[in-house]
């Protein structure tokens, strides 16, 4: 399990790197609101962006997107709309 969570969090760090290197302002990491956790919330200008880190060793899993479950969007969503009011 430790190999896993070291992937994804470089993967954290590689996105929030790659965000602020397109001009993203980094306004929180790892933000929780009940059972939602959103890896990072960024800024640009007048946009403001969610995002959820897949961090994967290989394409052998599939595409990141296909893992972000209806569910989920609508539990980060909900999590969003509490850090941003």
């Known amino acids: 399990m430790a190999k896993h969570n070291a992937l994804g969090e470089l993967g954290e760090r590689l996105a929030v790197k790659h965000l602020i290197k397109q001009g993203y302002e980094i306004l929180a990491e790892n933000y929780v609101y009940n059972k939602?956790?959103?890896d990072i919330l960024a800024r640009k200008h007048n946009t403001l962006?969610?995002?959820e880190v897949?961090?994967?060793?290989t394409p052998d899993?599939?595409?990141p997107q296909?893992?972000?479950k209806p569910k989920q969007i609508r539990q980060l969503v909900k999590a969003a709309d509490f850090f941003f009011k």
């Open 54 to 57: 897949k961090t994967r060793s």
């Open 49 to 51: 962006v969610v995002v």
């Open 36 to 38: 939602a956790e959103i």
């Open 61 to 63: 899993f599939g595409d």
């Open 66 to 68: 296909s893992f972000v």
